[in-house]
């Protein structure tokens, strides 16, 4: 708990650093369609938002591979937050229950919340849900288009668990919109 409480408050003292100091994180990432560093991707639609450019349908195997790999040195598994199961820990429940978890959801919906933060309602969602500190998305080079489109379709195989779970970052950090 002591960590948590150590790892909310330097991710709101960034946060606070990143309003001061908006050069750290308004440039966009390269290629067309790419998501942000920040700021409107290269390509992306007119509200700065990253563009989905894979239109094929998700692989639930390759999905279950990305869930569970960690994206490099910085950056956590998916299954660190949202537990193996994807039932939810320190981040929200997100399996196929459409009472509990991302049943109700498209995968343009996902994929907005992972590309862009955005939660199905369109507000941004906690700095956790995050790759870094500075509360950037998650790049192309963390995770692609198709890789989003196979973790959907991986999460959507699951079975589902109809368990409320908001994940602890929502109660250490009541600001944090829900999914």
Not at 37 to 54: I, K, R
Not at 56 to 85: F, K, L, M, Q
Not at 139 to 163: Q, R
């Amino acid at each position: 708990m002591r960590i948590l409480k150590s790892l909310l408050i330097f991710s709101v003292g960034c946060a606070a650093l990143a309003a001061f100091v908006p050069a750290c994180s308004s440039t966009a990432a390269p290629g067309g369609g790419g998501a942000p560093s920040g700021g409107a991707p290269s390509g992306g639609a007119p509200n700065g938002l990253a563009v989905n450019t894979f239109t094929g349908p998700g692989d639930a195997a390759n999905g279950a591979i990305v869930y569970a790999r960690t994206p490099s040195a910085d950056v956590a598994s998916c299954t660190s937050c949202h537990g193996a199961d994807a039932a939810g820990s320190l981040g929200p429940n997100i399996t196929p229950s459409t009472t509990a978890g991302i049943g109700g959801w498209t995968e343009e919906q996902f994929f907005q919340l992972v590309r862009n933060r955005k939660s199905r309602a369109g507000a941004t969602v906690c700095m956790e849900m995050s790759p870094s500190a500075m509360g950037t998305p998650f790049t192309t080079a963390l995770v692609s288009d198709k890789e989003i489109a196979d973790l959907y379709a991986f999460l959507m195989a699951k079975p589902p668990n109809d368990t409320v779970q908001k994940g602890a970052y929502l109660s250490l950090d009541p600001a944090c919109s829900t999914l």
